[in-house]
């Protein structure tokens, strides 16, 4: 399930419906939002866990909801957990293997396809059991929206898979670009992974949290929870 600024408690640039509780909201504001977010998912909000990215590749396995630090992606076979994976311009993803009951939330933003933390995730996954993965690809950033430097380009294909940074890295008329959408989908693809994708662009659309548009701002995500 993919969250935007709809509903929500929180005022001013993190109006309405911001997730995150590190980018200067009212804590209370953020505690609402978020209790709101697990009725919509159907858990019990103290049952949410929350990836607090760090744009590496690290994966926790979880059990309990709460703040997950230091990590990019959480997975679980808990029934009842729902997993939150936080973004305002990266990639937030929900992966599901319904059959195995293991379920996974990411962030994944260019220095996350780098990092490789979609393998990471999927990897963890299979660990836990699953075989039968499929994706969902929430909102974030064209590479219309994301032009970048060629020093961010050589970092990004200096250690990225060559047919994924093709993908992500972009040369347009005047410099370079990064398709952080098409990175994780690369991935996605080499893993054996079927996606399906929600495909606003963040910096586009009014409705959904945009760092680089805004600066200061919320965040949104996409959630998912095994049935209890």
Known sequence: MATGRSGGASQGPFGRLNL???VGDDPA???ANRRLAAAMLGVDPEHLAVVNAVHGAEVAVVEQGGEVDGVDAVV???PGLGLLALAADCVPLALADPQAGVI????CG?????????PAAVDAMRALGASDISAVIGPHVCAGCYPVSLDRIEVLRSGTDPLVADQACLRTGDGWAIDVGAGVRAQLTALGVPMQSIGACTAESPELFSF???????????MIALTA
């Open 20 to 22: 995150a509780g590190h």
């Open 29 to 31: 504001d953020v505690r």
């Open 76 to 78: 679980t076979t808990s």
């Open 104 to 107: 996974g939330a990411v962030h």
């Open 110 to 118: 260019w220095k996350g396809i780098g990092a490789g933390v979609v």
């Open 212 to 222: 680089r548009r805004d600066g200061i701002t919320g965040r949104h995500g996409m």
